[in-house]
């Protein structure tokens, strides 16, 4: 076992994953903990606790995180760095805490497409470590998806974050999924495993890819009506047509960021893969990253970009 | 007092209200009782009773429903009607019941421009009601709006209904209000009543009415972390924004039922101002029609154009 180094944490709303790195950021152990809307204020004891066997074993250990640790719910309020963010700013500008021996990654904020403010927490350190383990992102023009709750389009100009753009796909699909009348809930809830329900979704959305999403939801519960739509198939179609919309609008908006005709996308293989094939429809490549890799390659380049951190021998 | 002629009832998911009418469908009386999803299948014993009194003053009487009560978790399940749907057939299609003294109102199906089947119920008694009520409505193509929890943008031709789309726009709004962590939840819900919010979401909107709604909905959250939008202003903004993809999503879709340059619309108060005020925004007029009051005129219209009753003398 190579020697410990640092400890890399992704410390989100509602999980912790503490990770023993070596010099390289290779992971020797890891650890999990309560998501920072749980910690309530509790940061230092609960990250002090989840170290001490660590501590006892390697001495003192500088630790990275990133996440809502560094939001107004977090340990330390870390201001936003504005876009365009060059990966080197965004280590410059994290904070350090207990004389330099936890840093945390602040978040990123732009004015976008839109032209409404935007914001990311957690995602930055995922595209710092995609520019890490694919070096082709870090010249040129390329459009990123992170899919999640608040899915990010992202558009990097030669390895800065120029801007991105948050859809609240993910939590949009759960809300519906879970409350509303346009899907079959309680007992008829069983949502069917297939992706042929969801492919229902995409073609349908694309058909008229132009037609706002607004008016097409009612369709999970019509075509059902209709004889046209399996109830299990109700919750995927509605994922169909949510994910098409928000690749639709999305690929509209950064066109001029789509040189390579090919997406980066970052997350878990499952929200990957459903992004992918709505990329495909408008016959797009997707290269799929995965989010908790891309996550901790960021957090161990942002170490390695650090000052040395202040080894508190006196612990 | 004029004399009772027949009993008017509105008969929706979560509310019955009955109106005692005279032969010109003024109201004499009303009543009110429980929606059909709590009447679970005792829709005679519920109606019984509540027509015991005016039955025991006025001897029998003939009644029309409309609403949920012709569903499938209704008193009698009476299919859709395919549009285009003249008035007259509308009341043709009626169900009778309890050999003709109760007729139930047939919802309106199509297929809708976005190319999918589509539904209504209890909605075409409000178009049958507006088309008394509005004379003008008879001959032409006029676009019309009911909005609420599934709003239905409706094209009148020459008096018949020719198709309709339906936008879950009000049960949307419900869910991100009440769940969803773009909009304050809990203490910090409460919600500025001034216009303002509802006025800066339409406008934002507006300024770029081609941007996917799904890409404008993170601004509730993120305008209020950049300062832009007071808390209470979140949900009222949230509304703007939706009720704009709304208007904006149907006005192009029925551009060609745009003839007046002015839509009608036929709701509560409440959201028909709103509506009103979305569709000013776009240089249309709007002409608006109590919801409730569009019900009753349908109803009693439809009671005219029944074959006369077999009232029941033994009763």
């Known amino acids: 076992m190579t020697e410990p180094s640092f400890v890399a944490g992704d410390w989100g709303t509602t999980h912790l994953r503490l990770f023993l790195c070596d010099a390289d950021g290779r992971v020797l152990d890891s650890a999990a903990g309560p998501g920072a809307a749980a910690v309530r204020g509790d940061f230092p004891r609960v990250f002090d606790s989840l170290l001490a066997g660590w501590r006892q074993r390697f001495g003192p250990l500088p630790a990275v995180l990133c996440g809502m640790v560094g939001s107004s719910i977090g340990w330390a309020q870390v201001p936003y760095l504005p876009c365009p963010a060059r990966p080197a700013r965004i280590a410059a500008a994290c904070v350090a805490l ?27 350190t995922q595209l710092l470590g995609a520019l890490e383990l694919e070096p ?35 939590e949009l699909f759960a809300l519906l999924r879970d409350h509303s009348v346009l899907v079959p809930q ?13 492919a229902k979704g995409l073609a349908e959305f694309n058909r008229l890819s132009h037609a706002p999403l607004l008016h097409r939801l009612f369709e999970c519960r019509a075509r059902r009506l209709a004889g046209d739509l399996a109830e299990a198939d109700a919750a995927p179609y509605l994922s169909g047509l949510l994910i098409a919309s928000d ?15 090919s ?20 016959g797009l490549a997707a290269h799929a990253l995965d989010g908790a890799a891309a996550s901790l390659a960021g957090l161990a380049q942002v170490q390695r970009w650090l000052p040395s951190p202040v080894t508190a021998h006196d612990d």
Chains 1, 2 share one sequence.
Do not use: Q
Request: aromatic share 6%; with cysteine; net charge negative.
């Open 247 to 261: 690749v639709a609008g999305a690929l509209r908006t950064f066109a001029g960021s789509l040189v390579a005709r």
């Open 136 to 170: 082709a992102l870090r010249a040129g023009r390329h459009l990123l998806c992170l899919p999640g709750t608040h899915t990010k389009w992202v558009a990097l100009e030669d390895g800065a974050v120029h801007d991105f753009l948050t859809a609240p796909t993910g």
């Open 263 to 282: 997406v980066h996308l970052i997350g878990v293989p499952r929200l990957t893969a459903l992004y992918a094939s709505a990329l495909g429809a408008h």
């Open 98 to 124: 207990r004389d330099g021996s936890v840093h945390i990654v602040p978040g990123l904020s732009c004015e976008n497409r839109c032209g409404a403010p935007d914001y990311m927490r957690g995602e930055e």
């Open 186 to 198: 309680g007992d008829a809830a069983e949502s069917n495993p297939d992706a042929g329900g969801y």
